[in-house]
């Protein structure tokens, strides 16, 4: 079965910090791109993040340039997110996804073959 597991999520003081994991079952990363969604309620989902298969290429949005440092292991199939420095503007449930197409596209969620079913992140005191 082809998925996409995300764990790491959980409650954080603003500051504080979180590694959310992005773990691919069913088939191999080698050639996927993948990208970090987020999507907080009454707000439309955004693209924060994405490294290319081969981690020769980073993005960020501007939101989180500088906060946050997107990572991957091929070798253990998994990709992973550093989340810095967070505030309660982080809130959001997150989400990673992966593509085969040039990561060139990828702040756009149709680029994308696969995704998981999301962590919640909540930043709060």
């Known amino acids: 079965q082809v998925q996409l597991e995300e764990s790491g999520g959980g409650l954080v003081q603003p500051g504080g910090s979180l590694r959310l994991s992005c773990e691919a079952f069913?088939?191999?990363?080698?050639?996927?791109?993948v990208g970090w969604f987020r999507k907080a309620p009454g707000k439309e989902r955004e693209a924060i993040s994405c490294?290319?298969?081969?981690?020769?290429?980073?993005y960020y949005s501007n939101t989180v340039a500088g906060r946050f440092t997107v990572s991957r292991d091929n070798a253990k199939n998994t990709v992973w997110l550093q989340m810095n420095s967070l505030k309660p503007e982080d809130t959001a449930i997150y989400y990673c996804?992966?593509?085969?197409?040039?990561?060139?596209?990828?702040?756009?969620?149709?680029?994308?073959?696969?995704w998981g079913q999301g962590t919640q992140v909540t930043v709060s005191s």
């Open positions: 490294i290319s298969n081969d981690s020769g290429n980073t």
């Open positions: 069913g088939f191999s990363l080698d050639y996927y791109s």
């Open positions: 996804a992966a593509t085969a197409r040039r990561e060139s596209d990828w702040q756009v969620a149709e680029t994308y073959d696969y």
